[in-house]
């Protein structure tokens, strides 16, 4: 299993050159928020993403590319 701070760190890198927070919730469910760092718009904010099948670097590069692809798409959020 790859360390919160680790997969965190892999997600923030993922958005670039948009600003992310990512943070754990007391349940161990990960928000992310992806925003414009001058303005602080928001491109997408996703409560309650599950690490469980987050367990490689390549489980956490697809996320990010699918989350990029919503971004894309316009959405505000992903329900997946």
Not at 4 to 11: E, G, K, M
Not at 28 to 37: D, R
Request: glycine content about 8%; some cysteine; hydrophobic content about 40%.
């Amino acid at each position: 299993m790859v360390p919160i701070s680790v997969l965190c760190n892999i997600v923030k890198s993922g958005f670039e050159p948009l600003s992310c927070d990512c943070t754990e919730s007391a349940d161990g469910l990960l928000c992310i928020k992806v925003f414009e760092p001058a303005t602080g718009c928001i491109h997408l904010l996703i409560n309650g993403v599950s690490t469980a099948e987050l367990t490689t670097v390549r489980e956490i590069s697809d996320l990010v590319g699918e989350l990029r692809t919503e971004i894309r798409a316009g959405r505000r959020a992903f329900a997946g």
